[in-house]
């Protein structure tokens, strides 16, 4: 008998919100809205069923090999939710199953969240992207560089060539490093008792790895990006993606911390152990049932696959939330195409690293399909989480697909992409 729980959800509660106003609130408002993500048939939106059941299938399969423990998974395509299905369980030992309002933790997808708020302040004219960020953290103006990356050794810098804008900061090339390399870790960098705040002195205060604008490094730039909001807007940035981006998009389970009433829907993390069974293992010690000093704007949140859906379709409806502009379609397409110079690419890494962009809005961008080891389009943007999650936003099918697993190693044995490839093979027309 299978372990794999099949539960297919268009139920009403997930999909209802109350009407968005015609007219966008000014920047201090906190009104209440939700993009209307109404229920279809996959055939009424040219998808096959047959397909579609075909890809969970796949995830069932995946969670009977044990690869994942359980995933919630979503399509939504010309702005209707065709699918919406959790497979497995959410918590293996207590036998729970896995539910379509599961929370997940979302970690580096946190970060076109965090870049959509940038590009909402910059059209409001308080920033742009072209700003150096000293004009707004001036912690920044004195630090240096590495004379050798390799070597990550604070103590031998030299002086910086060049300030970091904010637009180097959105596509990973300031120079900034992660936040789990050698030198970042050793100098106490990101820790979840310290604040936005100091998290970000800490960042100014070690060297940068090479001169802003000179290579792509992932790092640590959203939570820069997140103390250049609070400072711009005076709000502290959990509320202040509470009131611009969630509750606009009715992102009503997007919380960096899991409260009583939630905590029973928390997805458990998952690792095989040295017998091949999953176990569960606390990744890094992010305590979100529990509050702490740091909203970290980079990989702190956790949300629902529904949420997420709701998030994607802002750019399939270029910036569109129901009746109301909530971005312009020039910032979407400035969120969705790629913005790292020719000569930077391709980008460091193997596989789809080379056939790959990066956008201003926090996206990879595929660049050339060829490269993937699953079916994309060009120009269809996405990105992931290292704990399973990943979501691939395709203008081109005016689609969003969405996958969830709570898994480390965040592979689960490419359930993700071969999921993909099975959604994409049920596209009709």
């Known amino acids: 008998m299978k372990r794999s729980a099949i539960l297919t959800v268009l139920a009403t509660g997930l999909l209802a919100g109350c009407s968005s106003p015609e007219v966008a609130p000014p920047p201090s408002s906190t009104v209440q809205g939700a993009a209307p993500l109404a229920p279809a048939s996959p055939e009424e939106v040219g998808l ?90 001036p912690e920044f103006a004195e630090q240096r560089v590495l004379r050798d990356p390799s070597s990550q050794d604070p103590s031998d810098t030299r002086p910086r060539n060049g300030d970091i804008t904010i637009a180097q900061l959105l596509t990973h090339t300031s120079g900034i490093g992660s936040r789990s390399s050698r030198m970042y870790t050793e100098a106490g960098v990101h820790s979840y008792d310290q604040s936005l705040e100091q998290v970000v002195r800490n960042v100014a205060a070690v060297p940068l790895f090479e001169d802003p604008g000179t290579q792509y490094r992932y790092g640590m730039s ?29 992102m009503d389970d997007s919380v960096w911390y899991v409260d009583e009433t939630r905590r029973d829907r928390l997805a458990t993390v998952y690792r095989r152990g040295a017998g091949g069974q999953l176990e569960p ?16 704007t980079g990989v702190g949140l956790v949300t629902t696959t529904m949420d997420l859906l709701r998030f994607a379709q802002l750019f399939l409806d270029e910036g569109r939330v129901g009746g109301r502009q909530l971005v312009s379609p020039e910032t979407v397409r400035m969120a969705a195409e790629n913005a790292i110079p020719q000569a930077l690419l391709p980008l460091p890494g193997d596989g789809y690293w080379a056939g790959s962009g990066w956008t201003l809005g926090g996206f990879a961008v595929a660049l050339d399909p060829s490269t993937y080891g699953h079916t ?23 689609m969003a697909t969405i996958v969830m697993a709570q898994v480390s190693p965040a592979g689960g044995g490419g359930f993700r992409e071969a999921w993909k490839t099975a959604v994409s093979a049920a596209v009709m027309e």
């Open 281 to 296: 293992i606390e990744m890094e010690h992010i305590p979100v049932t529990e509050r702490r000093a740091l909203t970290s």
């Open 48 to 137: 096959s069923s047959q397909a579609l059941a075909a890809a969970t299938a796949v995830l069932e399969r995946h969670v009977d090999a044990g690869d994942i423990a359980g995933a919630v998974a979503g399509v939504v395509r010309h702005g209707r939710l065709a699918q919406l299905e959790a497979v497995g369980f959410r918590d293996l030992e207590r036998g729970d199953p896995m539910a379509p309002d599961a929370l997940f933790r979302i970690y580096s997808m946190n970060r076109p969240i965090t870049a959509l708020g940038i590009l909402l302040l910059q059209e409001e004219g308080l920033l742009s992207v072209d700003d150096p960020v000293q004009q707004y953290l």
């Open 376 to 398: 994309v389009n060009p120009g269809e943007f996405w990105w992931d989480g290292s704990a399973g999650t990943r979501f691939w936003i395709d203008p081109s099918l005016d």
């Open 222 to 250: 959203a939570e820069v990006l997140g103390r250049v909001i609070e400072v711009v807007t005076g709000t502290p940035a959990e509320q202040f993606f509470r009131d611009r981006i969630f509750a606009p998009l009715g």
